[in-house]
């Protein structure tokens, strides 16, 4: 049997391991579109930094990892699937068979429609060659904009910080981080990133990009000018299927799937940042673009195509942001639920804040900011959909008392 995978990110090399280990005797085919080495985007921070070098962003640090395994990796792209007849076109004009298909294409980087976006100076941080670009140009010193202070341009600030750069953030959400933190968590790290030498803009749009001598006229809608030496976007991120236009496989947000992360077509399987797969934190299926959901579908994918029929129960919407050495963390449903209650603490002198959203005595979500030590506990519980019982009421009047209603809520008698 021809297993054919499409991207070789986290979830597309989980799953050729998978396959490799579970079909001894399959052929396995990976295809990325980029001319590197399977690596992860995660680590290109600490590239920017100097903690890694080039190899220390390999997926698979073994050279021979791929050829020793029998998995054949191709750099090319693809251009369109025939799900009819079982065949995919590449842009070299080459077209290969297969027999069960994975979808693991990731996503891209999202640009504004901004006028100059497509100046040159004018770069993203998703790739290894955007990331040679930047390290090229921020020597100590470097005048740079950073448009975008979500969670991928709050992990590039602290790179960037760390490469001694003169940096501006331009934010249209009235606070950092809008999709994991609230108003008051957000404000903190706004604050804490000020008072670490960043200047931060929120609520505040770019209206143009304009070359100007040695450099960038940034123009906001605040009628104030930056001059820099580099723009660096990181304004969200979109999946990768436009190749899929045409076809009978059903898209939306990405490629529709089912809890198997199987999609319409039954020999088709999507994994990753394209897969709109299940939301353990919403109960609906959505994209997910973190890492660990990549390679825990790309393992699942990789058994179902081979017809385990293991069901993908939903990972729990996470995300943890260290910022210039603030540590700030949202699970689950941490806006809250429609009838439910929350509590919250609250020391901004101290960069410290904590809340809870519960659903019943159920806890369904939290966020924190500074509040490091019961991260894990946090996670525990809305994973676990523990019933606090008293606990909850108790949780309600001193948040800081989860190490307490985690001990009395799991406590197994005997």
């Known amino acids: 049997m021809h297993?054919?995978?499409?991207?070789?990110?986290?979830?597309?090399?989980?799953?050729?391991?998978?396959?490799?280990?579970?079909?001894?005797?399959?052929?396995?085919?990976?295809?990325?579109?980029?001319?590197?080495?399977?690596?992860?985007?995660?680590?290109?921070?600490?590239?920017?930094?100097?903690?890694?070098?080039?190899?220390?962003?390999?997926?698979?640090?073994?050279?021979?990892?791929?050829?020793?395994?029998?998995?054949?990796?191709?750099?090319?792209?693809?251009?369109?699937?025939?799900?009819?007849?079982?065949?995919?076109?590449?842009?070299?004009?080459?077209?290969?068979?297969?027999?069960r298909l994975l979808i693991a294409t990731g996503s891209r980087a999202a640009r504004p429609p901004v006028p100059g976006m497509d100046l040159d100076g004018v770069c993203s941080c998703w790739t290894l060659a955007d990331a040679r670009r930047i390290i090229d140009s921020t020597s100590p010193g470097a005048r740079?904009?950073?448009?975008?202070?979500?969670?991928?341009?709050?992990?590039?600030?602290?790179?960037?910080?760390?490469?001694?750069?003169?940096?501006?953030?331009?934010?249209?959400?009235?606070?950092?981080?809008?999709?994991?933190?609230?108003?008051?968590?957000?404000?903190?790290?706004?604050?804490?990133?000020?008072?670490?030498?960043?200047?931060?803009?929120?609520?505040?749009?770019?209206?143009?990009?304009?070359?100007?001598?040695?450099?960038?006229?940034?123009?906001?809608?605040?009628?104030?000018?930056?001059?820099?030496?580099?723009?660096?976007?990181?304004?969200?991120?979109?999946?990768?299927?436009?190749?899929?236009?045409?076809?009978?496989?059903?898209?939306?947000q990405g490629v529709v799937v089912d809890k198997t992360l199987q999609s319409s077509d039954p020999d088709i399987f999507a994994a990753g940042d394209v897969a709109q797969g299940f939301d353990f934190s919403s109960g609906q299926f959505s994209v997910q673009a973190i890492q660990p959901t990549a390679t825990e579908h790309g393992r699942i994918a990789a058994m179902n195509m081979l017809g385990a029929g293991i069901k993908h129960h939903g990972c729990i919407n996470m995300n943890v942001l260290d910022t210039l050495g603030l540590v700030s963390c949202s699970f689950g449903a941490w806006m809250g639920v429609n009838g439910g209650e929350s509590a919250e603490l609250y020391s901004p002198n101290e960069f410290r804040y904590l809340n809870l959203q519960f659903d019943a005595d159920v806890l369904v979500g939290a966020s924190s900011v500074g509040w490091t030590q019961h991260i894990g506990i946090l996670r525990g519980l809305i994973e676990s959909r523990i019933r606090l019982?008293?606990?909850?009421?108790?949780?309600?009047?001193?948040?800081?008392?989860?190490?307490?209603?985690?001990?009395?809520?799991?406590q197994v008698i005997g």
């Open 3 to 99: 297993h054919i995978i499409i991207g070789a990110g986290p979830a597309g090399v989980t799953a050729a391991e998978t396959l490799r280990k579970q079909a001894p005797d399959d052929t396995i085919t990976l295809i990325g579109d980029e001319p590197e080495a399977p690596y992860s985007r995660m680590a290109i921070p600490y590239l920017l930094v100097g903690n890694i070098d080039e190899p220390g962003t390999h997926l698979k640090q073994a050279g021979d990892y791929f050829s020793r395994n029998r998995i054949d990796v191709r750099q090319q792209r693809v251009t369109a699937v025939d799900a009819a007849s079982k065949t995919l076109q590449l842009d070299n004009g080459d077209s290969l068979s297969y027999d």
């Open 144 to 252: 740079v904009v950073l448009i975008g202070a979500g969670f991928i341009g709050c992990i590039i600030l602290e790179a960037l910080k760390k490469r001694g750069v003169d940096l501006h953030v331009v934010e249209t959400g009235d606070r950092m981080v809008p999709r994991m933190l609230n108003e008051k968590a957000g404000g903190l790290i706004k604050r804490w990133c000020e008072q670490n030498g960043v200047k931060v803009f929120t609520s505040t749009q770019v209206q143009a990009i304009e070359a100007a001598e040695n450099g960038f006229r940034v123009k906001l809608n605040s009628n104030a000018t930056l001059l820099t030496d580099l723009v660096i976007t990181a304004t969200g991120v979109k999946p990768n299927m436009d190749f899929l236009a045409g076809s009978p496989i059903k898209t939306d």
């Open 389 to 410: 019982g008293v606990w909850k009421d108790r949780l309600l009047q001193d948040p800081g008392k989860l190490m307490e209603a985690y001990m009395a809520s799991t």
